[in-house]
């Protein structure tokens, strides 16, 4: 009795973008920001990539970002939305500031 090679099973998805084809199946992400390994679902991934990164597979290699690593973003926005409404809010009491002037002028006189 001979002895048979198994074959290996995992299957392939091969996926062909703008600038190349790549299988996809079992594929993993790093993320440019914090360098952790991100695993996608293939099909998920090509639609990502088909998508969000204009259909080439070398643009979101080198561009790709996680949620994790966009995080600091968001602390930056809600920064800057802070600070804007505070500016707001002096602009607007300033205006209440020269209305009241303008008021007690005239009831002075």
Partial sequence: MEKQIKKSRKAVHNYSFEDQTVNLNGYVATCTKTG?????????????????????????????????GKAGNSQK???ETVEQRISKLYNKISELKAVRDELQAVTAS
């Fill in 36 to 68: 952790n390994a991100k695993r996608f679902y293939h099909s998920y991934l090509a639609n990502m990539i088909e998508k969000k990164f204009n259909n080439n597979f070398a643009l979101f290699e080198d561009t790709y970002v996680s949620r994790e």
């Fill in 77 to 79: 926005r809600k920064l």
